[in-house]
């Protein structure tokens, strides 16, 4: 089964700075996704990648999937107070009956101190 | 607005009894999901549904129960079979092979 791999589990960065979050999968990645979620909330889709190099950004947030599709890495640039929270990534993967679901890590969790 | 709700945002249950999560979309998508998220394990899939009328248990699903009557509700039963319920539960849908869309959460507690 496929495992996702996040680091760090937790980070506390000062506001300004930037920030890189990892996710590395023990399998190919055919599809990635990353999500935001505030404690005790649902969770944000943030973006989705697919192919091996792609990169994408959202205002401050960027994220990549490397050339062989086996770790994303999402960067935060001039991180601020409402960027905190957890950030998890989630991969897809098939089952036996065919069905397409999402594998997620445990999540990182982001503080940013003013 | 379109968008997945979830009911009640705090549930509390006693031993024995069984509970029922509501999850509702508007988004007319296909797919829907429950997970179960618990500190330091993520997100664990419960039982998930990609047409009405039909469901697949997931790799939780003991001592959980679902049902797909219609497209836009997919509830959850927690029953007292499940002996470790406490956790906080997420609803989500998705349009065939793309992103899932996700509820509020609902937070179980067993007292």
């Known amino acids: 089964s496929q495992e996702l791999e996040q680091s760090p589990q937790s980070l506390i960065v000062q506001e300004g700075k930037n920030l890189t979050i990892n996710c590395t999968s023990s399998?190919?990645?055919?599809?990635l996704y990353w999500y935001k979620q505030k404690y005790g909330e649902g969770l944000i889709f943030l973006m989705m990648?697919?192919?091996?190099?792609e990169e994408k950004s959202h205002e401050k947030i960027t994220a990549k999937l490397d050339e062989k599709k086996q770790q994303s890495s999402l960067h935060i640039t001039a991180s601020q107070p409402s960027h905190a929270g957890i950030y998890l990534c989630g991969a897809d993967t098939m089952n036996s009956g065919g069905y397409q679901k999402v594998t997620f890590g445990i999540g990182t969790k982001l503080q940013v101190i003013p | 607005d379109g968008g997945i709700t979830q009911s009640p945002k705090y549930l509390f249950r006693k031993e024995g009894q069984n509970v029922t999560l509501s999850c509702e979309q508007n988004?007319?998508?296909?797919?829907m999901y429950w997970y179960r998220q618990d500190p330091g394990q993520g997100l664990r899939l419960i039982y998930y549904s990609q047409i009405v009328n039909d469901f697949q248990k997931g790799d939780i699903a003991e001592g959980y129960s679902v049902s797909r009557e219609k497209k836009e509700s997919f509830p959850l039963t927690v029953t007292s079979a499940q002996k470790n319920p406490t956790a906080f539960y997420l609803c989500?849908?998705?349009?065939?092979?793309?992103?899932?869309?996700f509820g509020p959460g609902t937070r179980l507690t067993v007292l």
């Open positions: 988004l007319n998508h296909d797919a």
């Open positions: 399998k190919t990645l055919y599809g």
């Open positions: 990648l697919q192919k091996g190099g």
């Open positions: 989500a849908s998705s349009s065939g092979a793309h992103e899932q869309f």
